[in-house]
């Protein structure tokens, strides 16, 4: 049983997969499905590398947060959210409050593969050579870990099964689960 408003946070660090998971578990539940960055770009009415650019990544946070709360009266939703949305302006609190927290983990070593293709479209990593990236991710990370680590549902994101999730988000009652495919 889903606990609440039946929302689904999917959190995790950049190309951790989460848009491609919550697009597949909100089709397997027949939920609705929202990208927080694609609502953010409609808010801000430009995308996400010009709001860093033009307006700095404060004002970036600033726009996630608030785009994030007005999440709060949807029901029966997967919301796929920033890698840094956890991270700031007590996101974490508010999604652990208001529905159910999935983290897809994986390694540095496997975001650093994924994260390789496809630089240039990531405001916070395009101007990191590819020999330091393996080295930024696993510090960044291992900062992010306090806010992630208190997901509801911590899963292995790499091939990442969407049965299984949907069985384990289905079943989630009240205490922290953790599974390693
Ligand atoms: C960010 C991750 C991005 C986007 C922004 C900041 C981060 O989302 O919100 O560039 O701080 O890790 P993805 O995780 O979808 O790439």
Redesign the pocket.
Known sequence: MIPGNKIVYIIG???SG??TAGKKLAASLGWAFIDL?RKIEEQAGKT?PRI?DQDGEDH?RKI?TQVLRNTESLTETIIST????PCHGENMDFMLATGITVYLKLTPAQLTNRLLESTGE???IKNIPDNQLYGFIENKLARREKWYGRANIIIEGINLDINLLHSIVTSYSDKSITTNL
């Open positions: 660090f950049m190309g989460k848009s960055d996400i860093f970036f996630e920033g890698g840094g949305t990531r405001p916070l």
